[in-house]
């Protein structure tokens, strides 16, 4: 009897975790299904499990950059979070993180909602001297609290920024005058908005060619169009098309990338766009691994 069967639970390609015999310095998956203070569209806890399954629609080789998906990388399995405690959960993360950093793997976290990236960055930002990250978004997530709330899927990269992370966001198109005064007030946010990137795409990956610190990548899927990627927990028109996001990629592939996160694709439907989309947009880094 022939079985052809697939495991949905781990990430197509991935490695079999043998924790005596983890290969240093690659990539390790976590999922973090949990969605307690969405305020829009919930549903990003079934992220996880949805870009799984969809991360067997892709070929070994890829044909767009070249290249074949043959880094080794593993795949963890979910982080046991608390559902309705937000800083729980971030502190859980944060010590999967530590244990991870500790194996010689830098971490892949699929969300879940955007406050995933708290307890990575939280982590990484302690291992480092300096940390730039790259932050893909519709919206700047730099608010001191949301609605009272200090760990929020709105408050993200202003945590972030506590920790003394330099900030490169790219994609805004949704903000407050609050935040636009803070970014004001600081000097390590560079930004480039939606039509920076749609229009002087040469002077993002510039600017992100000079980066010469370690990168943190996080993209919430909102920072796509909904046109492409509409299971996000706050949509918001005009974002970024996909050969936009492979030219991010690919320019980010040339550096020191020591983690990276896709949060926010939020959909209990398999084969659903942004479930594949995200699936694709991890494809696609490994394959420039
Ligand atoms: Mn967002």
Redesign the pocket.
């Known amino acids: 009897m022939l079985l052809n069967t697939y495991e949905p639970w781990k990430f197509a390609f991935s490695a079999e975790t043998d924790f005596d015999n983890i290969e240093k310095d690659s990539y390790g998956i976590i999922g973090v299904p949990f969605d307690s203070t969405t305020s829009y569209h919930s549903g990003s806890r079934l992220g996880p499990i949805v870009v799984r399954e969809a991360s067997y629609g892709f070929e070994n080789y890829n044909i767009n950059f070249k290249t074949s998906l043959d880094c080794i990388f593993y795949d963890f399995g979910d982080v046991n979070v608390v559902p309705g405690n937000c800083e729980a959960t971030c502190n859980i993360v944060e010590d999967t993180v530590n244990e991870l950093f500790d194996l010689g793997i830098k971490p892949i976290t699929i969300g879940g909602e955007?406050s995933a990236s708290i307890g990575v960055i939280k982590a990484l930002s302690e291992k480092y001297e300096k940390l730039t990250v790259v932050h893909l978004?519709?919206?700047r997530?730099l608010a001191f609290d949301f609605i009272g709330e200090k760990y929020s899927h709105a408050t993200v990269m202003r945590r972030a920024h506590e920790f003394g992370v330099d900030l490169v966001q790219i994609g805004i198109r949704s903000s407050s005058i609050e935040e636009e005064d803070f970014v004001k007030s600081t000097y390590n946010i560079q930004t480039f908005k939606n039509k920076d990137v749609h229009r002087h795409m040469d002077a993002v990956e510039y600017y992100l060619t000079t980066v010469d610190t370690p990168i943190y990548l996080s993209i919430?899927m909102?920072?796509l169009d909904p046109a492409i990627a509409p299971s996000?927990?706050?949509p918001?028109p005009g974002g970024l098309f996909i050969s936009e996001i492979e030219d991010l990629i690919r320019s980010l592939s040339f550096k020191n990338v020591v983690g990276m996160d896709v949060v926010?694709t939020a959909t209990d439907r398999l084969g659903e766009n942004t479930a594949v989309t995200a699936a694709k947009i991890i494809y696609d880094f490994l394959s420039l691994i």
């Open positions: 955007h978004d519709a919206h997530d919430d909102d920072v996000v927990g706050n918001t926010e």
